[in-house]
């Protein structure tokens, strides 16, 4: 038993706001995703493709 009733319809609009508020936490959380994705793509491409140099006796690839 809850410690204190609601009136039907005003739990109805609780759980839409519910709803909604979690509609819109996952799609932010997917445009978080995405961005980071994103990101890591651009990391990925602006990476320079540099040749391995002789450093002491052994090769340094950057």
């Keep these: 038993m809850p410690l204190y009733e609601v009136a039907p319809h ?3 609009d609780v759980y839409e706001m519910r709803r909604r508020a ?6 932010r ?6 961005l980071i994705v ?5 990391e990925k491409a602006k990476r320079p493709k540099a040749p391995c140099i002789p ?7 950057s």
């Design 38 to 42: 994103s990101l890591q793509n651009y």
């Design 22 to 27: 979690l509609e819109r936490l996952y799609l």
């Design 55 to 61: 450093f002491n006796a052994a090769r340094k690839c």
């Design 29 to 34: 959380k997917a445009a978080v995703d995405e």
């Design 10 to 12: 005003y739990r109805l």
